[in-house]
């Protein structure tokens, strides 16, 4: 229990904030420009960003291009759309590999990854309603980029109710440029807003998750408790079961630590045991949630695998030495007689 605990939370959380930073890391460019306390999670900003702001940053010394994006959270469908230029993404981003079809080239057209086309059965030149508006699948890109949706930045902003506002921008720096020059240059003349290097989004989205490590904590430390406690009973429960083969077990000369050993090795040998029935079971607890949630991304790191492991068998010993120490100090006339 204590193992598929673990191993589930820090896979749904993990994947979250990894798929999260991975597809930002996608979309291209080496900044992001936001507004002053917007958050990296864009499904908890909106559009208040002017879309005039390009024009300040690409005058920046060193700053090849600027991508604004418009981006909306579909509570509905628990997924974000991005709205887009076609002509200044395409400058930013270079990962966007379409399987089938071509990027969008009209308002009412969008283009929908891999995960979202599986998980909707959807293909190129089918219907997709979005806000209840009727859009036609134009492409369809591998999976990791930016949103599951893309679409027209225009389309995106009316319906939003947010003309010529967006999100953020990404910022490509040109060729053989020090980006570290660029960043200097864009935090003094922009010194109010959030500026952010790509290749540090997911350090800096897992520092600064409220309550990301509390959170983990917790589960740790309830996870360990429930290995102690289920170890504590059952190992109890034998002990007192065993009284009288223990009391054999010390007439015939076996000593207190040679007790205490064997209870010991036969509780490892249960956690063991549950560590692999819970690897287990984790397993079909993610296929149980992909089956059922398929555009939920799940990441477990190995880490936190041999952790979940060693915490478990670590809560388990724990568990069991205070009923070991017990059986070891059982007067054997007394375990003899027991009944």
Not at 26 to 45: M, R, Y
Not at 163 to 179: I, L, Q, S, W
Not at 189 to 196: G, L, S, V
Not at 299 to 306: G, S, V
Request: charged share 20%; net charge neutral.
């Amino acid at each position: 229990v204590g193992v598929v605990l673990i191993l589930v939370s820090v896979g749904l959380t993990y994947g979250q904030l990894t798929d999260s930073a991975e597809r930002t890391r996608k979309v291209g460019g080496d900044f992001i420009v936001q507004p002053p306390d917007a958050s990296l999670f864009f499904a908890l900003n909106s559009g208040t960003l002017s879309i005039k702001i390009r024009k300040v940053i690409e005058e920046i010394e060193g700053v090849d291009a600027a991508a604004p994006v418009l981006a909306k959270f579909l509570s509905d469908k628990f997924h974000l759309v991005f709205g887009i230029e076609k002509e200044s993404f395409e400058k930013v981003n270079s990962s966007l590999d379409f399987v089938d079809g071509r990027l969008f080239d009209r308002p009412d057209e969008v283009v929908i990854d891999t995960v979202y086309s599986r998980s909707k059965n959807l293909s190129v030149g089918d219907k997709l309603e979005i806000l209840s508006r009727e859009f036609v699948i134009s492409g369809i890109f591998e999976q990791g980029t930016a949103a599951r949706v893309l679409m027209p930045l225009a389309t995106l902003q009316e319906m939003n109710g947010t003309p010529d506002k967006v999100t953020m921008f990404f910022v490509r720096v040109g060729d053989g440029t020090d980006v570290d020059s660029v960043f200097d240059r864009l935090m003094g003349r922009m010194p109010h807003y959030k500026i952010t290097k790509t290749a540090e989004i997911q350090a800096i989205m897992t520092a600064s998750t409220p309550a990301f490590k509390q959170f983990l904590m917790a589960i740790v430390f309830i996870s360990v408790v429930i290995s102690f406690l289920i170890i504590l009973l059952a190992m109890y429960s034998t002990i007192t079961e065993r009284t009288r083969e223990i009391g054999i077990l010390k007439s015939l000369g076996a000593s207190k630590a040679y007790i205490v050993q064997l209870i010991l090795k036969e509780s490892m040998l249960i956690c063991a045991l549950g560590v692999v029935l819970g690897f287990i079971l984790t397993f079909i607890a993610i296929k149980l949630i992909l089956v059922t949630f398929p555009t939920m991304p799940v990441f477990i790191p190995t880490y936190w695998r041999l952790a979940a492991a060693g915490l478990a068998v670590g809560g388990g010993a724990l568990g069991a030495l205070y009923p070991a120490i017990k059986a070891a100090h059982l007067d054997p006339v007394r375990a003899l007689g027991y009944e």
